[in-house]
């Protein structure tokens, strides 16, 4: 895997572990290990230009993801194709609002957010019921794995 991450606030944040979390999901997600993908974390300013430059909605947000080659999961039999994943855009002070009201830390509410913007980058989305349930609990499980495999 291509993971590049790129700090572009002031918050203090522990790149290895996310481009770690990353490998996790792609290659879970049976994605070809030749897959390029961008995590940027930026303040809430840039944050709030990019999701009302490409989103069309006021205000920051808490993740924005932008894909690129349109891959999907692959399968065990069967890698996705290698390619261009796609960009991935974390505000660390919106995840820790979030995280205090969800009663865990800062990083792992981070954790929740890349994991979610990757499953977007995916094909995944949560329009309807049925797709919110099986794309958080994907994002539950592949958070638990990665936090069993960290410890």
């Known amino acids: 895997m291509s993971v590049e991450v790129h700090n572009e606030t002031e918050s203090e944040i522990m790149c290895e572990i996310f481009a770690q979390l990353t490998e996790h999901v792609l290659n ?3 994605v070809h290990p030749d897959t390029e993908v961008s995590i940027i974390f930026v303040d809430e ?3 709030q230009k990019l ?4 989103m069309g909605e006021q205000g920051t947000t808490d993740v924005l993801s932008f894909p690129m080659d349109e891959l999907r999961p692959g399968r065990p039999e069967a890698q996705t194709p290698a390619g261009l994943l796609g960009d991935i855009v974390i505000c660390p002070k919106v995840a820790q609002l979030q995280a205090i009201a ?3 830390s800062s990083e792992t509410e981070m954790f929740v957010l890349l994991i979610h913007g990757l499953l977007h980058l995916l094909g995944f989305d949560h329009a309807t019921p049925v797709e919110e349930a099986e794309m958080f609990q994907l994002q539950s499980e592949l958070l638990k794995t990665f936090l069993q495999n960290k410890v």
């Open 28 to 30: 879970s997600l049976h």
């Open 45 to 47: 300013e840039s944050m």
């Open 51 to 54: 999701n009302e430059q490409w």
């Open 102 to 104: 969800a009663g865990h």
